[in-house]
Every structure is written in C-alpha cells, then in structure tokens.
C-alpha cells in the first residue's frame, strides 16, 4: 500500500509538472492574430511634387506580425514607398491602400493632387524636419505647404522662410535634406530646444546659395560648421545659447554681406578669427559671453560700419586696438574672470 500510495504521488507530481509545461509553452506559441487596420490622414490634398507620410495602426496592439503592403491606384497620380511615403506626380485623384500581411486586412486614403507644382526636394526636407520635432501641430501634411505654420512659399511654391517660433522637443539631429531647400532666405528656429546631446548644426545649411537670415538659438552642440562661410547673400547670422565645441570658423571671413554677426553665451573657445576684419558691411558684431581667449585682431579696426560690439565676459587680453577702444565704451571689452587688458581695466 505504501509503494502504491508512492508511486501514485510520484504520477501525480508528474501529472502537474507536464500540465504546467504544456500550459507554458503553449502561451509563449500561441500568436495573437491582427483584426483590423487604421491609416490617417483619410484625405489628402497636394501640389504635384509634394510628400505625405502615411501613418497606420494594427489592432490590437499586441499583434505579432505589425507588416503592412502599401499600393496607389494610378502610380501615375501618385506614388507610395513601402514605409507609406506619399509623393504627388500629375493632377488627379487615386487612393493609397495600406493592407496587412497578416489576415488581409485594409484602409484606404484619398489622395488629390492639384496642378501646381513644388520641388520634391522641398517637401522632404520639411517632412525630415516634421519627423525630428515630436510636437509641431501647425503643420498639417493633409494640406498643401502653403497652409502650414512658418512656413513661406515663393511664386513657383518653392520654400522661402521657415520661421517656428514654438518650443520644439526635438528627437534625431537635424537632416542633410535640409540642404535640398535652395531657395531659401531665412531659416529660423528661434524657440527653446530640448534637444539630444549631439545635436550640430548640419554642414548641407552651407548649400543655401539663397539664405539671408539664420537663427539658430537654444540646444546646439558640436562645431560651427565651416560651410556655413559659403552663404554669400547671409546678412544676418544669429546663434545664441548653444554648447559648441571649438572657436569661431575663419571661413566666416567670406560673407561679404553679412550685417549681423550673433555669437552669444555658446561656449567658443579658441581666439577672434582676423579674417572677421573682411566683414566690411559689419554693423554689430556681438560675441559676449564665450570663453574666447587671445587678443582682439588689429584688423578688427577695418570695420568701419560697425556700430555695435561686444566682445565682453570672455577671457581675451593683449592691446585693445585704439580705434575701437575710441569708438565703443569699455563695457563692450570688460573681460571675465579677472583678466586685464594692457590698455583698459575694467576691475580698477
């Protein structure tokens, strides 16, 4: 009786572990199938030359197999990638179906493209712009760019001005595409940026033959890109609390235009480039709050246009050269860090 009651708890410890196995592995095999599938936006409206980024989403959301097929009734219309990027060809209307590889669920878009055109390059700069700032709500990608926030478009529906005065919370660094936009003027993101710690200024901004106006404020790392001296229409440039590594590119020296030379509180380092002393269009040239060491250039006193300097709260020394130390008042000079110049104290 005794072997027998044994062997039974024996058969029965055995019965419970096999059902817990098979309890077990049948949950981490069974697959939860997809019921159904939502794009947006449902209506599209576009210039020829425009792009959309579709978005979908699976039901239920635990569904292992998320995979879509992406397909437009005419392609003649207008053509969709494989990751639901929309660009308009020719004037129409077609529909964008977005269909799942798991059960062959679908949704469809309508897409309207008008007759006037804009540059492909154009909008996927804006939509590589539109992917990196999680929180830009003005800009519609279901209406043509002319209705977006900031945004400013010429005669032919090339970009002009992009000018976001939000605070945007940005997620990726800013994109190469950015220099597809070649009619440019003025590109401002002026608001505070809560940025990822690498996040440079792209060396393609110095492919914006056009550009008149760049202000970039607030979450900036990395170098000043050298490129940024091929802007030959630039007359303003303003950078203002950004963490850069590094000085001032002398490349700078070749914007013959420029009025307006706005490097504050970024964290250069290193000395004033002479080349600044070639900037004979100069009006204000406002560089406080650096870590900028050295002297202040001779060549600086070729800025006979300029009105407006702040070279304080760096750690510069030397000679101030007499002609500016004549124009200006000293507050423009005064040094941080108890640093004196030869021909001016600031602390007496």
């Not at 590109?187 to 505070?192: D, H, R, T």
Request: glycine share 8%; net charge negative; charged share 20%.
């Amino acid at each position: 009786m005794i072997k027998n009651k044994h062997i039974m708890n024996k058969l029965l410890t055995l019965l419970i572990l096999c059902t817990l196995s098979l309890a077990l592995f049948s949950g981490c095999e069974k697959e939860v199938k997809v019921l159904g599938i939502i794009v947006e936006p449902k209506n599209v409206c576009l210039s020829k030359g425009d792009v959309v980024q579709l978005t979908y989403l699976v039901t239920p959301y635990s569904a292992d197999n998320k995979s879509v097929r992406w397909e437009s009734k005419d392609d003649a219309i207008a053509t969709v990638s494989q990751t639901g990027l929309v660009t308009a060809i020719a004037e129409g209307k077609t529909q964008i179906i977005a269909t799942t590889k798991d059960g062959h669920y679908s949704d469809t878009v309508s897409v309207t493209v008008f007759g006037n055109s804009s540059p492909t390059g154009d909008s996927i700069a804006l939509v590589k712009l539109n992917e990196i700032a999680t929180n830009l709500p003005y800009w519609n990608f279901s209406q043509p760019m002319e209705t977006w926030e900031g945004v400013v478009l010429n005669a032919e529906r090339r970009v002009v001005s992009i000018y976001y005065d939000y605070e945007i919370s940005i997620s990726k660094p800013l994109d190469a595409s950015i220099g597809n936009l070649s009619c440019l003027k003025s590109l401002s993101l002026s608001k505070k940026f809560y940025a990822i710690d690498n996040f440079i200024i792209p060396s393609e901004i110095g492919m914006l033959s056009e550009l008149q106006e760049l202000k970039l404020f607030y979450g900036f790392s990395g170098a000043i890109p050298p490129e940024l001296g091929n802007l030959k229409q630039l007359e303003g440039l303003f950078l203002y609390q950004n963490s850069f590594t590094g000085g001032i590119p002398k490349e700078l020296g070749n914007l013959s235009n420029l009025n307006y030379l706005v490097i504050g509180d970024c964290q250069l380092t290193g000395n004033i480039p002479e080349e600044l002393g070639k900037l004979d269009k100069l009006e204000h040239l406002i560089l406080n709050d650096n870590q900028l060491t050295g002297e202040i250039p001779q060549k600086l006193e070729n800025l006979r246009m300029l009105y407006n300097l702040g070279l304080s709260y760096n750690s510069l020394s030397g000679k101030i050269p007499e002609s500016l130390l004549s124009r200006f008042s000293e507050d423009s000079f005064c040094p941080q860090n108890g640093t004196k110049f030869d021909n001016l104290d600031c602390y007496k």
